[in-house]
């Protein structure tokens, strides 16, 4: 006969099995599990490809990034030049962290050469700041790509303005062409002596610049322009002062012994020639 011990068994054993059923079970439930032990982890046999988490503003600014890149393109200028700053700020705090930078500044690479070659002169100028933080914590990275990605067509819209700007009147200052020039004029300087050009580079940058110490070049076109060679100066002080003499050679140079032959530069001397006021000054600078 069935007694009611074996009437209230019979009830828990239905909801224990009914808890098992949903998945509901405690650890003291399982008499097993409590029993056994947990397995012994021998430390010589961790894996050593497995990287420690990152720390959290680590992890947070990369996760910014990421949503910044996607954001670069934007159609709206003011969340463009936000999106420039906050990506500017996560460089900065992903600085030491290298192997999470990297792979992220190659991905935004793309957007970043069309936002400093074919964008409004404010956000040229915000990523010309970009690229500078960027070079000062991964100079390599970025200068091989700069040379390569950029260079070319912002020293080919110097060049090409030039002789616009020479001819322009005072209206061209309030053109779009001025705003691009001077913004291009005013970002190179800095990121060239960050990223340290070498030669070839370095002689690109000043010849897109030269023409720009001419006297028929609007006052701040001139001001940028000195201010880029005053940059390159820091970098191959010699070659600028090569290049300058080409243009104008204020002195004659006279041999230190009578053996030597003298040096005859191509720069002419005389108050005709449109680049003496701003040759002669970067001149007196490097002399400084």
Partial sequence: TTTAED????????????????????????????????????ESDTCPNVE?????????????????????????????LKVLDVLDLCVVVLQ?????????????????????????PLVVLRAFKVLR???GKCGDFL????????????????????????????????TLAFKLQLAVLQGLGPLC???D???GDLNKVADACLIYLSAKQPVKLQEAARRVFLHLMKVDPDCIW???????????????????????????????????ANVLHLLQELLQ
Wanted: some cysteine.
């Fill in 197 to 199: 050009l070498g030669e």
């Fill in 133 to 135: 933080t960027l070079g």
């Fill in 242 to 276: 090569f290049l300058l003499n080409e243009l104008y050679c204020p002195e004659q140079l006279t041999p230190p012994h009578p053996s030597l032959h003298p040096v005859q530069l191509q720069g002419t001397a005389g108050q005709g020639n449109p680049y003496a």
């Fill in 7 to 42: 009437i209230e068994q019979f009830l828990l054993n239905y909801l224990k099995e009914k808890d098992v059923a949903v998945g509901n079970v405690s650890d003291f439930d399982n008499e097993e599990e409590e029993q056994s032990e947990p397995p012994k982890v021998d």
């Fill in 193 to 195: 002596e960050r990223l």
């Fill in 96 to 120: 030491s962290h290298k192997n999470q930078l990297l792979p992220l500044a190659h991905r935004a690479w793309p957007s970043l050469v069309r936002r400093l070659t074919s964008d409004d």
């Fill in 52 to 80: 420690p988490p990152l720390p959290v503003q680590i992890q947070i600014a990369k996760d910014v990034m990421e949503r910044c890149i996607h954001l670069l393109s934007d159609k709206n200028l003011t969340i463009r």
């Fill in 143 to 174: 200068r091989s790509r700069f040379c390569k990605d950029i260079l070319p067509q912002l020293a080919g819209s110097l060049v090409t303005q030039a002789p616009v700007s020479a001819r322009a009147g005072p209206v061209y200052t309030h």
